[in-house]
């Protein structure tokens, strides 16, 4: 939207030929809800997640249960390839890693600020 300091050209044509993302809604103001309403297309209260995941609850195993289907699975149902770069914050046990969550591949860190 007419940053000078970054250059993306796709991004500039794309706006150009209608598609702007000038709209949002976020359930909540901290990371974990948001990315489990986010992924799983149903609020952080309806999945046991109603604040950021810190590090004793990590360690004690909670996370977006497993049994959601994710965004990310339903595009994996549907033909496509999926993966994620960046922060998850939804759960660093086996369980919860975003390969067991409709992710192919993931590049990044589990919890929450440097855990």
Same mark, same amino acid.
């Given at each position: 939207?007419?940053?000078?300091?970054?250059?993306?050209?796709?991004?500039?044509?794309?706006?150009?030929?209608?598609?702007?993302?000038?709209?949002?809604?976020? /359930?909540?103001?901290?990371?974990?809800?948001?990315? $489990?309403?986010?992924? @799983? !297309?149903?609020?952080?209260?309806? *999945? =046991?997640?109603?604040?950021?995941?810190?590090?004793?609850?990590?360690?004690?195993?909670?996370?977006? /249960?497993?049994?959601?289907?994710?965004?990310?699975? $339903?595009?994996?149902? @549907? !033909?496509?390839?999926?993966?994620? *770069? =960046?922060?998850?914050?939804?759960?660093?046990?086996?369980?919860?890693?975003?390969?067991?969550?409709?992710?192919?591949?993931?590049?990044?860190?589990?919890?929450?600020?440097?855990?």
């Amino acid at each position: 939207y007419g940053n000078t300091d970054a250059r993306t050209p796709h991004l500039d044509r794309l706006a150009r030929e209608g598609v702007r993302f000038t709209n949002a809604f976020t /359930p909540s103001p901290v990371c974990s809800p948001s990315r $489990a309403t986010l992924l @799983a !297309g149903r609020y952080g209260t309806e *999945v =046991g997640i109603t604040d950021w995941l810190n590090p004793e609850e990590n360690e004690a195993g909670m996370g977006l /249960p497993p049994e959601l289907t994710t965004w990310a699975e $339903a595009l994996q149902q @549907a !033909g496509y390839r999926t993966g994620l *770069v =960046g922060k998850w914050h939804l759960g660093s046990k086996p369980p919860f890693h975003p390969t067991r969550q409709g992710y192919g591949s993931f590049l990044g860190f589990l919890g929450g600020g440097n855990e």
